[in-house]
T-cell receptor
Framework: AQTVTQSQPEMSVQEAETVTLSCTYD???????LFWYKQPPSRQMILVIR??????QNATENRFSVNFQKAAKSFSLKISDSQLGDAAMYFC???????????FGQGTRLTINP | GAVVSQHPSWVICKSGTSVKIECRSL??????MFWYRQFPKQSLMLMAT?????????EQGVEKDKFLINHASLTLSTLTVTSAHPEDSSFYIC????????????FGNGTRLTVT
């Protein structure tokens, strides 16, 4: 079974600084997708960024980028120029290609210090 | 963009009663929807996959008779918590996506269930 591990229960960063959230996963499949979701206090799940496993290029969305290391099964999220609105729980998630259900990591609570 | 609506946002019920939660895809058809459960300060755990026109697929350890899922149309799935008990109190979230292999899942806003 696929598993997703986030080893950092909590992280904090100064506003305007850069922070990296870690995620590793375990799979024997070659066709899959990886996601980072943000869950603010409202508990709404918000897609931050996604990566297709077949793409070597790291995905980027404005201040958010990933470091996808397929051989190491690592998928970290870098947030640049952190803003107060970035404070939330962040979940790394895996989805097998063709299937649709997501497997989530344990989550990392990110605090932004003003 | 695609929107998934979940209702109610919160509900309080007494032990022994049943509660129904609705999940609707507002501007797309979803043959498959997913129901997750989230305990405080924990991650989302998949409970079941709701399949339009057929039986739901439940994850290991999830009681089928306890959590009834009905997916009668391409835009609506319902989760009924039967004979609710305080340990069923949790946050329930549904999700769906357009029927494309690499489409991201869209989530409802969740339902906070409190059983007294």
């Amino acid at each position: 079974a696929q598993t997703v591990t986030q080893s950092q229960p909590e992280m904090s960063v100064q506003e305007a600084e850069t922070v990296t959230l870690s995620c590793t996963y375990d799979t024997s499949e070659s066709d899959y997708y990886l996601f980072w979701y943000k869950q603010p206090p409202s508990r709404q799940m918000i897609l931050v960024i996604r990566q297709e496993a077949y793409k070597q290029q790291n995905a980027t969305e404005n201040r958010f980028s990933v470091n996808f290391q397929k051989a190491a099964k690592s998928f970290s999220l870098k947030i640049s120029d952190s803003q107060l609105g970035d404070a939330a729980m962040y979940f790394c998630a895996y989805r097998l290609g063709g299937a649709q259900k997501l497997v989530f990591g344990q989550g990392t609570r990110l605090t932004i210090n003003p | 963009g695609a929107v998934v609506s979940q209702h109610p946002s919160w509900v309080i019920c007494k032990s022994g009663t049943s509660v129904k939660i609705e999940c609707r895809s507002l501007d797309f058809q979803a043959t498959t929807m997913f129901w997750y459960r989230q305990f405080p300060k924990q991650s989302l755990m998949l409970m079941a996959t709701s399949n339009e026109g057929s039986k739901a697929t439940y994850e290991q350890g999830v009681e089928k008779d306890k959590f009834l899922i009905n997916h009668a149309s391409l835009t609506l799935s319902t989760l009924t918590v039967t004979s609710a008990h305080p340990e069923d109190s949790s946050f329930y979230i549904c999700s769906a996506n357009r029927d494309k292999a690499n489409s991201p899942l869209h989530f409802g806003n969740g339902t906070r269930l409190t059983v007294t």
